[in-house]
C-alpha cells in the first residue's frame, strides 16, 4: 500500500479524518506496518507507550485494573488509535492494550509521532476539541443524574429493611412467590393485611432481581393528586416515571388512590406507555413508553385490575395470625435488631411469654410484635422477658365505659395528691389499727363490751361486702396490714441496708392461691372451733397473725409480695372485685406510642406531669390489667404517669367475667370456700332444719361437721355440673362456669352480715362506753340505732334474691349458651339460694 492509499485509508477509517492532506501524509510517511499474534501487550498503563498505535485489521481490547472491583475493558474497531492522547499530553498510558487474535498494527514511533505532531499543531487542536466534546458529554450526564438524584431522593429506598423469617408453609410460599417475582419485570400488586411491611416484600424482589443497581422508590398512594401528575409529570416538567428510567417504582397503599389515578394506572398497565398532564389550555401531549417496572401494594385487591386480569404476579402476604409456627423464631429476630439498634445484650423470652405471644391474634401483624417486644425490653427489670411485661389486650374490651378521673378533676386531683393513701394510712389508719388491737387484747372479751370487736364483726365486714360491687378493692389501699409491712421494709432497711430479694413469681403464680386459700380455711375453721365472733383478743391475734405475714415477707422481697399472692383477705377482696362497677386501666394506645420509661411499673423520678414514684407495690401495669384481682387502687400509676393514660372507669359491673377473664382453680376453690362460709355460720340452724343432733359441743364432731359445711356449696355445684355435662356435651368448662355462682356468694355473704350490722353496729356508744367500764345506768342513756327485724329479714330477703338472679344472669353471659342448656346450674343455684334463704332469712 502506497503513501496515498494510507491517506485515503486514514482519512476514511479514523478520527485523523478532519486533519489536513499534510499533516495525513506526513502520518502515512512514518508509518510502519507490524504483524502483531494474539494475546499480545502493545502497552501497560501507568507506563509511558512507545508508539502510536494504529488498529489495521484484527481485534484489540484494552482494559484497566481495578482493587475493589472488575476492570472496566473496551473492545476496539478497525481505524481505532490507541495512545493518541499520552503522547500528546505527554502523559502515562491510562489503560492496558492486548490483541485478541493476530492483528496488523500500524505503528508510528513515539518520537516520530511527537515531531509530526510539533510541526502539525491542528493534530493538538483536533484532540483538545475531541477532549472538550466529551468532557461536554460527561458534565450534561452529570447535571441530569443531579436532577435526577434530586427528583427521586425524597422518594428513594436505599436498601431491603429485613428477609423473610420462619420456616412454616406460609413463610416457604412466599419467599417461592419473591424468587418468582423477581426472575422477571412484569408487575407484581402485593396484598395483605396492616402491618405486614408488604414495603419490604417489594423491595425485596427489586433487590433480588437483575436490576438492583437500579433505583428502587416508593410513593404513597394516599399523599399523590388525583392526576398522578407527580408520576406522569405535566406538559415540560419530566414525571417520577421520566426519572426512574429504568428503574422500579413502588406504588404504597394502592387502595387510597384516585378513581382518576385508577383509569390512568390500568391504562398505564394495558398500554405500557402514559400520557403527562396537560395544562389548561394546552394541547395533550403524546404518549410515552415506559421502561419502568411498577409494583403495587395494597390491603385488597382492586376489582378493576382483578377483573381485567393486569398483573403479572399476585402475592399475598399471610397474616401472622396463621403463622404461629414463626411467632418464636420472628420474635428471636426482632429481639436481635432491637438489641443491636440499642448496644444491648439480648434478652431471653421465657415459655411462658412465647405462650402468650403465640395466643394472641396481632391486628397489627409484624409492627406490631416488633413494638411490643420493643416496650417489653424497657420494661423489663432482667435479662428475662417474661410474660408479666407483654400487653395482648384488644380494644372490644374498653366498650362501655366512663372515665371518671375526666368527668370528675376534682376526684383526679385528689387521687394524685399526698392524702391518698400515704396521709390516711400513715396519719390515721396506723395509728388507729394499733389501738383496734390493743383493746381487742385487753378490754372486756365479749362483743356488746368490745367496741373494737363491735367494729370488726358488725362494722367492718358488712360495710366491705357491700362496697365490693362499687369501689372492688379498695380496702387494700388503705389496708392496716401492709401499712406495717411497708413501715417494717422501710425500717429494716434503714438498719441493714441490702437489697431485698426478687419475686419468685413462677412459684407464688403456681402456689399462692392455694397458699391464701388454706389460710382462709384455717382461718374460718377457727372463727367456729373458737368461738371468733365473740372473742375479743382471739380476733386480736387473727389480725396480729395476718400482720406478721405482711411484715415478714416484705422484709424478705421487694414491694407487697404478700397483697400480690399471699394475702387471705387479698384474695377474697381481689375475687369480690371482679363483680366491682369500677376498674383501673390505661390507654394502651398512649403507652405504646408515647411511654418509654414505664414509670408507673419500675418508679422513677418526677417527670413533666407525672410524680416520684417507686411503681406499682403489686407489680403490676395498668395496660396490662385483664380483670381487678392485681389492683389494690392505690394510684401510685395515676401519680407517676406523665402522659394521662391511666383511666378510672366506670364499666357493666362484672364485664371482666365474660370478656378478658382468666379463670383459676385457686380462686375457684376461695368462691366455694367463702360460699361455704355461710352454711358454717349457720351449723345451730342447719342443726334445727335437720332435727339432729350434730354434737356441736364436742370438738371433733364440731370439726368435721365444720369441714363439711365448707364443702357443701361446691360439692353440690359440682355434682350438678357432672349431671348437665351427660345432657349437654358441649357445655363451657366448670372452671368458667364456676364464676357464675359469685354474685350469690357475695350476697349470701352480705345477707348474714346484714343481721350483725344492722342489729349491733348501731349499739357502738353504748358498747364503747362498756369498753372504758362505764356503769350501766351510762350506757342507758346513749342513743342506739338498730333496724326492725322485719326490716333487716326484707333486706336479707333482697339481697339473696337478687344476687340469684344475678348470677343467673352472669353465668349466661359467661356461658353464651342457651338457657335451657344451663338449666341444671341454674337449678343449683336454685338449691343453694334457698338452702341460704331457709337458714338465714327464715331461721
Given at each position: 500500500?502506497?503513501?496515498?492509499?494510507?491517506?485515503?485509508?486514514?482519512?476514511?477509517?479514523?478520527?485523523?479524518?478532519?486533519?489536513?492532506?499534510?499533516?495525513?501524509q506526513?502520518?502515512?510517511?512514518?508509518?510502519?506496518?507490524q504483524?502483531?499474534?494474539?494475546?499480545?501487550?502493545?502497552?501497560?498503563?501507568?507506563?509511558?507507550?512507545?508508539?502510536?498505535?494504529?488498529?489495521?485489521?484484527?481485534?484489540?481490547?484494552r482494559?484497566?485494573?481495578?482493587?475493589?472491583?472488575?476492570?472496566?475493558?473496551?473492545?476496539?474497531?478497525?481505524?481505532?488509535?490507541?495512545?493518541?492522547?499520552?503522547?500528546?499530553?505527554?502523559?502515562?498510558?491510562?489503560?492496558?492494550?492486548?490483541?485478541?487474535?493476530?492483528c496488523?498494527?500500524?505503528?508510528?514511533?513515539?518520537?516520530?509521532?511527537?515531531?509530526?505532531?510539533?510541526?502539525?499543531?491542528?493534530?493538538?487542536?483536533?484532540?483538545?476539541q475531541?477532549?472538550?466534546?466529551?468532557?461536554?458529554?460527561?458534565?450534561?450526564?452529570?447535571?441530569?443524574?443531579?436532577?435526577?438524584?434530586?427528583?427521586?431522593?425524597?422518594?428513594?429506598?436505599?436498601?431491603?429493611?429485613?428477609?423473610?423469617?420462619?420456616?412454616?408453609?406460609?413463610?416457604?410460599?412466599?419467599?417461592?412467590?419473591?424468587?418468582?417475582?423477581?426472575?422477571?419485570?412484569?408487575?407484581?400488586?402485593?396484598?395483605?393485611?396492616?402491618?405486614?411491611?408488604?414495603?419490604?416484600?417489594?423491595?425485596?424482589?427489586?433487590?433480588?432481581?437483575?436490576?438492583?443497581?437500579?433505583?428502587?422508590i416508593?410513593?404513597?398512594?394516599?399523599?399523590?393528586?388525583?392526576?398522578?401528575?407527580?408520576?406522569?409529570?405535566?406538559t415540560?416538567?419530566?414525571?417520577?416515571?421520566?426519572?426512574?428510567?429504568?428503574?422500579?417504582?413502588?406504588?404504597?397503599?394502592?387502595?387510597?388512590?384516585?378513581?382518576?389515578?385508577?383509569?390512568?394506572?390500568?391504562?398505564?398497565?394495558?398500554?405500557?406507555?402514559?400520557?403527562?398532564?396537560?395544562?389548561?389550555?394546552?394541547?395533550?401531549?403524546e404518549a410515552?413508553?415506559?421502561e419502568?417496572?411498577?409494583?403495587?401494594t395494597s390491603?385488597?385487591?382492586?376489582?378493576?385490575?382483578?377483573?381485567?386480569?393486569?398483573?403479572?404476579?399476585?402475592?399475598?402476604?399471610?397474616?401472622?395470625?396463621?403463622?404461629?409456627?414463626?411467632?418464636?423464631?420472628?420474635?428471636?429476630?426482632?429481639?436481635?435488631?432491637?438489641?443491636?439498634?440499642?448496644?444491648?445484650?439480648?434478652?431471653k423470652?421465657?415459655?411462658?411469654?412465647l405462650?402468650?405471644?403465640?395466643?394472641?391474634d396481632?391486628?397489627?401483624?409484624?409492627?406490631?410484635?416488633?413494638?411490643?417486644?420493643?416496650?417489653?425490653?424497657?420494661?423489663?427489670?432482667?435479662?428475662?422477658?417474661?410474660?408479666?411485661?407483654?400487653?395482648?389486650?384488644?380494644?372490644?374490651?374498653?366498650?362501655?365505659?366512663?372515665?371518671?378521673?375526666?368527668?370528675?378533676?376534682?376526684?383526679?386531683?385528689f387521687?394524685?395528691?399526698?392524702?391518698?393513701?400515704?396521709?390516711?394510712?400513715?396519719?390515721?389508719?396506723?395509728?388507729?389499727?394499733?389501738?383496734?388491737?390493743?383493746?381487742?387484747?385487753?378490754?372486756?372479751?365479749?362483743?356488746?363490751?368490745?367496741?373494737?370487736?363491735?367494729?370488726?364483726?358488725?362494722?367492718?365486714?358488712?360495710?366491705?361486702?357491700?362496697?365490693?360491687?362499687?369501689?372492688?378493692r379498695?380496702?387494700?389501699?388503705?389496708?392496716?396490714?401492709?401499712?406495717?409491712?411497708?413501715?417494717?421494709?422501710?425500717?429494716?432497711?434503714?438498719?441493714?441496708?441490702?437489697?431485698l430479694?426478687?419475686?419468685?413469681?413462677?412459684?407464688?403464680?403456681?402456689?399462692?392461691?392455694?397458699?391464701?386459700?388454706?389460710?382462709?380455711?384455717?382461718?374460718?375453721?377457727?372463727?367456729?372451733?373458737?368461738?371468733?365472733?365473740?372473742?375479743?383478743?382471739?380476733?386480736?391475734?387473727?389480725?396480729?397473725?395476718?400482720?406478721?405475714?405482711?411484715?415478714?415477707?416484705?422484709?424478705?422481697?421487694?414491694?407487697?409480695?404478700?397483697?400480690?399472692?399471699?394475702?387471705?383477705?387479698?384474695?377474697?377482696?381481689?375475687?369480690?372485685?371482679?363483680?366491682?362497677?369500677?376498674?383501673?386501666?390505661?390507654?394502651?394506645?398512649?403507652?405504646?406510642?408515647?411511654?418509654?420509661?414505664?414509670?408507673?411499673?419500675?418508679?422513677?423520678?418526677?417527670?413533666?406531669?407525672?410524680?416520684?414514684?417507686?411503681?406499682?407495690?403489686?407489680?403490676?401495669?395498668?395496660?396490662?390489667?385483664?380483670?381487678?384481682?392485681?389492683?389494690?387502687l392505690?394510684?401510685?400509676?395515676?401519680?407517676?404517669?406523665?402522659?394521662?393514660?391511666?383511666?378510672?372507669?366506670?364499666?357493666?359491673?362484672?364485664?371482666?367475667?365474660?370478656?378478658t377473664?382468666?379463670?383459676?382453680?385457686?380462686?375457684?376453690c376461695?368462691?366455694?370456700?367463702?360460699?361455704?362460709?355461710?352454711?358454717?355460720?349457720?351449723?345451730?340452724?342447719?342443726?334445727?332444719?335437720?332435727?339432729?343432733?350434730?354434737?356441736?359441743?364436742?370438738?371433733?364432731?364440731?370439726?368435721?361437721?365444720?369441714?363439711?359445711?365448707?364443702?357443701?356449696?361446691g360439692?353440690?355445684?359440682?355434682?350438678?355440673?357432672?349431671?348437665?355435662?351427660?345432657?349437654?356435651?358441649?357445655?363451657?368448662?366448670?372452671?368458667?362456669?364456676?364464676?357464675?355462682?359469685?354474685?350469690?356468694?357475695?350476697?349470701?355473704?352480705?345477707?348474714?352480715?346484714?343481721?350483725?350490722?344492722?342489729?349491733?353496729?348501731?349499739?357502738?356508744?353504748?358498747?364503747?362506753?362498756?369498753?372504758?367500764?362505764?356503769?350501766?345506768?351510762?350506757?342507758?342513756?346513749?342513743?342506739?340505732?338498730?333496724?326492725?327485724?322485719a326490716?333487716?329479714?326484707?333486706?336479707?330477703?333482697?339481697?339473696?334474691?337478687?344476687?340469684?338472679?344475678?348470677?343467673?344472669?352472669?353465668?349466661?353471659?359467661?356461658?353464651?349458651?342457651?338457657?335451657?342448656?344451663?338449666?341444671?346450674?341454674?337449678?343449683?343455684?336454685?338449691?343453694?339460694?334457698?338452702?341460704?334463704?331457709?337458714?338465714i332469712?327464715?331461721?
Open positions: 500500500m502506497d503513501v496515498l492509499e494510507r491517506v485515503e485509508w486514514l482519512r476514511q477509517r479514523t478520527e485523523f479524518s478532519s486533519l489536513s492532506s499534510e499533516a495525513l506526513a502520518i502515512a510517511q512514518q508509518v510502519q506496518e504483524q502483531v499474534q494474539e494475546n499480545r501487550r502493545l502497552g501497560l498503563e501507568d507506563t509511558q507507550p512507545e508508539a502510536l498505535y494504529i488498529l489495521y485489521d484484527g481485534h484489540l481490547e482494559y484497566r485494573t481495578s482493587k475493589t472491583g472488575l476492570a472496566k475493558v473496551t473492545s476496539l474497531i478497525l481505524g481505532s488509535i490507541v495512545y493518541l492522547k499520552e503522547l500528546l499530553l505527554d502523559r502515562k498510558a491510562e489503560e492496558t492494550t492486548i490483541t485478541l487474535n493476530d496488523v498494527i500500524w505503528t508510528i514511533p513515539r518520537e516520530a509521532f511527537k515531531a509530526i505532531a510539533q510541526q502539525f499543531p491542528e493534530i493538538a487542536q483536533g484532540v483538545s475531541q477532549l472538550a466534546t466529551q468532557l461536554e458529554e460527561v458534565s450534561s450526564q452529570l447535571a441530569y443524574e443531579r436532577e435526577q438524584q434530586i427528583a427521586l431522593r425524597p422518594y428513594l429506598v436505599p436498601k431491603v429493611k429485613r428477609g423473610i423469617v420462619g420456616t412454616s408453609r406460609y413463610a416457604v410460599r412466599l419467599r417461592q412467590d419473591i424468587k418468582k417475582a423477581a426472575s422477571d419485570r412484569g408487575s407484581v400488586l402485593i396484598f395483605g393485611e396492616p402491618g405486614l411491611e408488604k414495603d419490604n416484600t417489594a423491595a425485596l424482589i427489586h433487590f433480588g432481581s437483575s436490576d438492583r443497581k437500579e433505583p428502587l416508593k410513593i404513597n398512594c394516599n399523599t399523590l393528586q388525583p392526576s398522578g401528575a407527580e408520576i406522569f409529570g405535566r415540560g416538567k419530566p414525571g417520577l416515571l421520566d426519572w426512574i428510567g429504568r428503574g422500579t417504582i413502588m406504588l404504597n397503599n394502592l387502595e387510597d388512590i384516585a378513581p382518576e389515578f385508577e383509569e390512568k394506572l390500568v391504562q398505564l398497565l394495558k398500554t405500557g406507555k402514559f400520557t403527562p398532564i396537560a395544562r389548561e389550555g394546552e394541547p395533550e401531549p410515552r413508553s415506559v419502568a417496572r411498577l409494583l403495587m390491603e385488597k385487591i382492586l376489582p378493576r385490575l382483578e377483573k381485567c386480569k393486569l398483573i403479572t404476579h399476585v402475592i399475598k402476604v399471610p397474616p401472622l395470625r396463621v403463622r404461629k409456627a414463626d411467632i418464636a423464631v420472628q420474635a428471636e429476630y426482632y429481639l436481635s435488631l432491637i438489641a443491636r439498634s440499642r448496644g444491648i445484650s439480648k434478652p423470652i421465657t415459655p411462658e411469654a405462650r402468650r405471644l403465640q395466643g394472641y396481632f391486628p397489627g401483624n409484624h409492627v406490631e410484635l416488633e413494638s411490643l417486644l420493643g416496650r417489653a425490653i424497657t420494661q423489663a427489670e432482667s435479662p428475662e422477658l417474661t410474660e408479666e411485661v407483654f400487653w395482648a389486650a384488644g380494644n372490644k374490651n374498653r366498650r362501655f365505659r366512663v372515665n371518671l378521673l375526666n368527668a370528675y378533676p376534682r376526684l383526679r386531683q387521687l394524685r395528691s399526698p392524702w391518698w393513701p400515704d396521709r390516711i394510712n400513715y396519719g390515721f389508719t396506723l395509728g388507729a389499727f394499733a389501738v383496734i388491737v390493743t383493746v381487742l387484747m385487753v378490754a372486756p372479751q365479749s362483743r356488746d363490751r368490745n367496741f373494737a370487736l363491735n367494729l370488726f364483726w358488725a362494722w367492718w365486714w358488712m360495710l366491705i361486702l357491700v362496697a365490693f360491687p362499687f369501689v372492688g379498695l380496702w387494700c389501699a388503705v389496708c392496716p396490714f401492709m401499712i406495717y409491712g411497708e413501715l417494717a421494709q422501710k425500717i429494716s432497711l434503714w438498719l441493714y441496708p441490702r437489697k430479694q426478687p419475686w419468685p413469681r413462677q412459684a407464688a403464680e403456681k402456689w399462692g392461691g392455694w397458699f391464701l386459700f388454706g389460710m382462709f380455711t384455717l382461718i374460718l375453721l377457727w372463727e367456729e372451733l373458737w368461738n371468733l365472733e365473740n372473742t375479743a383478743y382471739l380476733s386480736g391475734y387473727l389480725l396480729l397473725l395476718i400482720t406478721a405475714g405482711a411484715v415478714i415477707f416484705s422484709v424478705l422481697f421487694e414491694r407487697r409480695f404478700w397483697c400480690r399472692y399471699l394475702c387471705p383477705i387479698g384474695g377474697m377482696n381481689g375475687l369480690f372485685a371482679k363483680l366491682a362497677m369500677i376498674e383501673l386501666r390505661a390507654q394502651q394506645g398512649i403507652c405504646s406510642a408515647t411511654c418509654t420509661t414505664y414509670q408507673c411499673y419500675k418508679g422513677g423520678p418526677q417527670k413533666g406531669e407525672g410524680m416520684e414514684t417507686g411503681g406499682c407495690p403489686i407489680y403490676s401495669h395498668p395496660a396490662q390489667l385483664r380483670d381487678n384481682r392485681d389492683c389494690v392505690c394510684m401510685t400509676c395515676l401519680k407517676a404517669c406523665p402522659h394521662r393514660s391511666v383511666e378510672l372507669n366506670l364499666r357493666p359491673p362484672g364485664i371482666e367475667l365474660w370478656t377473664h382468666q379463670p383459676t382453680y385457686p380462686e375457684v376461695l368462691l366455694f370456700l367463702l360460699f361455704g362460709a355461710v352454711f358454717l355460720h349457720r351449723l345451730p340452724a342447719i342443726q334445727q332444719l335437720l332435727d339432729i343432733n350434730l354434737h356441736l359441743d364436742q370438738f371433733s364432731y364440731h370439726a368435721i361437721v365444720s369441714v363439711l359445711a365448707l364443702m357443701l356449696p360439692a353440690i355445684a359440682l355434682l350438678f355440673d357432672q349431671i348437665m355435662r351427660l345432657f349437654n356435651r358441649r357445655s363451657r368448662p366448670f372452671l368458667e362456669l364456676a364464676y357464675g355462682y359469685l354474685p350469690l356468694v357475695l350476697g349470701a355473704s352480705l345477707a348474714y352480715y346484714l343481721h350483725l350490722g344492722l342489729n349491733e353496729a348501731g349499739r357502738i356508744l353504748p358498747v364503747t362506753a362498756a369498753t372504758f367500764g362505764g356503769s350501766t345506768e351510762l350506757m342507758a342513756t346513749l342513743p342506739i340505732a338498730v333496724a326492725h327485724p326490716v333487716i329479714e326484707f333486706l336479707q330477703a333482697v339481697t339473696i334474691a337478687g344476687s340469684f338472679w344475678l348470677s343467673v344472669l352472669l353465668t349466661q353471659k359467661i356461658a353464651r349458651q342457651p338457657i335451657r342448656s344451663l338449666l341444671l346450674q341454674h337449678s343449683a343455684m336454685v338449691l343453694l339460694g334457698s338452702l341460704v334463704w331457709r337458714l332469712v327464715v331461721a
